[in-house]
Nanobody, 127 residues
């Protein structure tokens, strides 16, 4: 099972940008869909964005559409989440995860089928 590690989180002012990275080790996720989820204090883990297996198309949740963009560099086994125009409501721990159950460009927006998770990276947006 591939291991994932998120990085790039930190403290940023509202309106700023961060670029999160999800790196694979102990295997590759080039043939797996990779999703980004976030969990704010006291809230359920929610879907943010995902990208299909291989060179699949990206998909973002309505809450971040137009601000967040997910991409992947398969030569490096890295998936990115570019976060622009950050708002205080984006404050959360961000996780990446792999989903081995998808096919084609299908993306799952619930966490149940994602089987390998990183430990998360904290994103804090100040007003």
């Amino acid at each position: 099972q591939v291991q994932l590690e998120e990085s790039g989180g930190g403290l940023v002012q509202a309106g700023g940008s961060l670029r999160l990275s999800c790196a694979a080790s102990g295997g590759t996720f080039r043939n797996l869909a990779v999703g980004w989820f976030r969990q704010a204090t006291g809230k359920e883990r929610e879907f943010v964005a995902a990208i299909g297996r291989g060179y699949g198309e990206p998909y973002s949740a309505d809450s971040v559409a137009g601000r967040f963009t997910v991409s992947r560099d398969n030569t490096k086994d890295v998936v990115y989440l570019q976060m622009n125009s950050l708002k205080s409501e984006d404050t959360a721990v961000y996780y990446c995860a792999t989903d081995p159950t998808t096919y084609g460009d299908i993306i799952h927006t619930t966490p149940t089928t994602y089987d390998s998770w990183g430990q998360g990276t904290q994103v804090t947006v100040s007003s």
